[in-house]
């Protein structure tokens, strides 16, 4: 039986993208092999890159002056790529919002100057600093975000203006709402949240910006590498492509990233509404703030919570477990959680709050 997984990643992924995945795993496109067997030079498999990225394009509306790169090595990886490729001056500024806003900054500092020039850490990072209020400096190389910060469930509601490139790590929101990314110099996210199974990360950076990597910057963490072979510069992760692929031409016939972006912000709308009218649930980040993709929230006591999530899991609804720095429950409700998933946790919810109050 299927569950409800509201893990933080990898996450679920649509139900209809796993059903053509299977019927066609033994025979890719009539080349009698599974597309975990074909080499990625081959002509049937050429052509699911091209139109990932095309379809990747058409949903973000990426312009022609942006490149497209499917890499490996995760967001971790780009948080030393980012530096490699961009830190030309050897300065950059770090907006420290999160967990893995935090590493991002520190894997800046091994390549130059990063600095942290806001954060939120003082309230256990529970709110995003005002941006019209940070002080960036006139000589950063770049300016480093994480516009959708997982493990605290916060959002950006807006982005700042800089002077430098905006850089940021959308590993947990990517395709969960419109962006504008002509606002950005790039835009990285691995793919395991919102979009493919672990494997591949999105790089979308603008053309200008790649050209001059660091000298040291190894072969394979230089952008201008993939983007000079069309991400087939040595072997692609061609399965986590190739269901990303999959999931690109679902959400299209689902509508796009708009319509999306309403059924999200309906499904994150009726489990704050409910959390703010119970006082048995607590969810501790300030409300304009409150991410629709990473939803943490108490009990009033840990062996409460410890219960919670026992219990849910036996009710098909599993993976709630907080993070360890935050403790509680997260419920991450990622594109592919369907609004039944969300509606069923609130009715679980319900019931424990009744059986434990
Ligand atoms: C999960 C996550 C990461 C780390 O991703 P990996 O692909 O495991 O390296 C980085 N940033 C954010 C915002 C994430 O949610």
């Known amino acids: 039986m299927r569950v409800y997984n509201?893990?933080?990643?990898?996450?679920?992924?649509?139900?209809?993208?796993?059903e053509e995945a299977q019927k066609e795993f033994l025979d890719f496109a009539g080349t009698g092999m599974s597309v975990c067997e074909i080499s990625h030079r081959d002509k049937a498999f050429a052509p699911i890159v091209e139109e990932a990225e095309a379809n990747l394009r058409e949903l973000m509306n990426i312009p022609d002056n942006y490149c497209v790169l499917f890499v490996q090595g995760g967001a971790s990886q780009q948080f030393a790529a980012v530096p490699l490729n961009l830190m030309h001056t050897g300065k950059a500024d770090y907006v420290v919002t999160g967990n893995f806003a935090k590493k991002a900054w520190q894997e800046g500092q091994i390549y130059g100057e990063a600095r942290k020039v806001a954060s939120s850490?003082?309230?256990?990072?529970?709110?995003?600093?005002?941006?019209?209020k940070i002080a960036f400096n006139d000589d950063a190389d770049y300016v480093h975000i994480c516009t959708n910060n997982t493990i605290f469930g916060t959002r950006y509601v807006k982005f700042p203006e800089t002077k430098a490139p905006l850089v940021a790590d959308m590993s947990s929101e990517i395709?969960?709402?419109e962006v504008d990314v002509t606002k950005f110099g790039v835009i990285y996210a691995g793919a395991q949240k919102n979009l493919a199974p672990a494997g591949v990360t999105i790089v979308i950076a603008r053309r200008d910006l790649i050209e001059n990597p660091l000298p040291v910057c190894p072969t394979m963490l230089k952008w201008k590498t993939q983007a000079d072979n069309g991400s087939l510069y040595n072997t692609p992760p061609c399965f986590s492509i190739y269901m990303a692929n999959l999931v690109l031409r679902h959400l299209k016939k689902l509508g796009g990233v708009k319509e999306i972006n309403k059924v999200n912000e309906y499904k994150a709308g009726l489990l704050y509404d409910f959390i703010d009218n119970s006082s048995y649930y607590t969810n501790s980040v300030e409300k304009q703030y409150r991410s629709i993709m990473n939803v943490p929230f108490v009990t009033p006591s840990k062996e409460t919570d410890e219960k919670f999530v026992k219990e849910a899991k036996a009710e098909g609804l599993v993976t709630l477990k907080g993070h360890r720095l935050v403790g509680g429950m997260r419920a991450s409700i990622y594109n592919a959680m369907p609004v039944e998933g969300v509606k069923k946790l609130i009715d679980f919810m319900k019931k424990f709050e009744k059986e434990n109050a």
């Open 6 to 18: 509201f893990s933080a990643g990898p996450s679920m992924l649509p139900l209809e993208v796993l």
């Open 121 to 132: 850490e003082d309230k256990t990072y529970t709110y995003i600093p005002d941006v019209d």
């Open 175 to 177: 395709l969960s709402r």
